[in-house]
């Protein structure tokens, strides 16, 4: 019996969001007991230990319904961030975040501007709004900031930057960030997603866009995410910081529940746990350099990262790269989504996941060892 609904234009045109690899699919596939994945840029340290205890401990509420506005968090990211709560938006995701900006402003009639190879969610939702994405190419891999704001016209209601961005690595500086929003019009909204941020702040030119950006320009809306530096990916928890009427526009419409409540009270203790952070932080810093260093000297060219993993471009199609490691029980991902196909992205693991890595690579690409 074949379907005879149709769904809307632009459902039809959309193409799905590929996700990593998962380690129980290869298992599957493959027969393999031992998996590493390197294809999400997750935390290869797990949990933060506080959040864990918290999300044990909220388990025997589970037949409740949890808070919808996610309160206790959002006051919890107010303080953090020395904003007023208002200005917080708590999601299932940052992505869930970045399809309710979308949601929000555009009507097909509309545009979203993205620079070429910015992280594809942007494109992906907007377009399935029916709006016209506008992408601008970059330059030296980054985001072209200048070029950005001449591409935004009185249609356009989105600007998005991942600063770091993803799958590139490379980052905008405080300066170029500053001349986007003198540049663009007022009527566009600045989406800067931070997903990476905690990898980045310590690198001279970064921009601090939290609480000073935010409070000076009331276009702007910043991204931040549980999944990466605190470990938390599964859980599915990010937010926004905004002004607090586009927030209360975005809280119209999010869904009645849209975080659990262990979720919810995991990312509390999360905000605490300093220390866990720090050590993430600092074991990608010295992993990435042997990461990059090792993927180098075998013959692949590596860009800088301000990130938790590598943009690198394969002595071979970065799908072929990613079906051979997948045989020698390694997930990387390949980027021929982005349009990139001669390139691969690679997280950074723990050492034990990195030298499995550089071994396998050794037998993908017979280098010696
Ligand atoms: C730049 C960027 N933004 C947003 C996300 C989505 O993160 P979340 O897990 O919070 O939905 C990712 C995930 O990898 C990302 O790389």
Not at 188 to 216: K, M, T
Not at 238 to 244: A, L, R, S, T
Request: aromatic fraction near 8%.
């Amino acid at each position: 019996m074949s379907f005879q609904v149709s769904p809307r234009r632009a459902i039809r045109d959309a193409f799905a969001y590929q996700p990593g690899k998962s380690i129980a699919s290869v298992q599957r596939e493959l027969g393999l007991k031992t998996v590493v994945k390197l294809a999400s840029n997750e935390n290869p340290l797990g949990p933060a230990p506080r959040a864990l205890a918290a999300y044990r401990r909220a388990e025997k509420f589970s037949a409740l319904y949890p808070e919808g506005a996610s309160p206790e968090l959002r006051s919890a990211l107010a303080r953090h961030h020395g904003v007023p709560p208002e200005s917080v938006i708590v999601g299932n995701g940052s992505d869930e975040i970045i399809r309710l900006l979308c949601e929000a402003f555009l009507e097909p009639e509309d545009e979203a501007v993205v620079s070429q190879y910015a992280f594809i969610r942007f494109k992906q939702q907007a377009s399935m709004m029916g709006a016209r994405v506008v992408e601008v190419p970059m330059t030296d891999w980054t985001h072209d900031l200048s070029l950005m704001a001449k591409a935004a016209s009185p249609r356009t209601k989105l600007i998005f930057v991942a600063n770091p961005n993803n799958p590139t690595g490379t980052f905008n500086t405080q300066e170029e960030i500053e001349g986007l929003l003198e540049a663009a019009p007022k009527t566009s909204l600045i989406v800067l997603d931070e997903a990476y941020w905690h990898y980045a702040r310590a690198i001279p030119g970064y921009p601090a866009s939290l609480p000073d950006l935010v409070a000076r320009h009331s276009n702007l809306v910043v991204l931040r995410t549980f999944s990466k530096a605190y470990g938390l990916a599964g859980l599915r928890v990010g937010y926004g910081v905004g002004n607090p009427e586009l927030v209360s526009w975005l809280d119209r419409i999010r869904m009645p529940f849209n975080v659990s409540l262990p979720a919810q009270r995991a990312c509390v203790e999360a905000l605490k746990d300093e220390a866990f952070v720090r050590r993430s932080v600092a074991l990608n810093e010295v992993q990435r350099a042997l990461v990059a260093r090792a993927l180098g000297d075998m013959g692949l060219g590596v860009g800088d990262s301000a990130t938790n993993f590598v943009f690198a471009r394969a002595p071979m199609p970065g799908r072929e790269l990613f079906k051979a490691l997948l045989r020698q029980g390694v997930i990387v991902r390949p980027l021929d989504e982005y349009g990139l196909p001669q390139h691969a992205r690679v997280s950074v693991g723990t050492p034990a996941q990195n030298k499995a890595l550089f071994a396998a690579l050794r037998r993908v690409l017979a280098v010696p060892a």
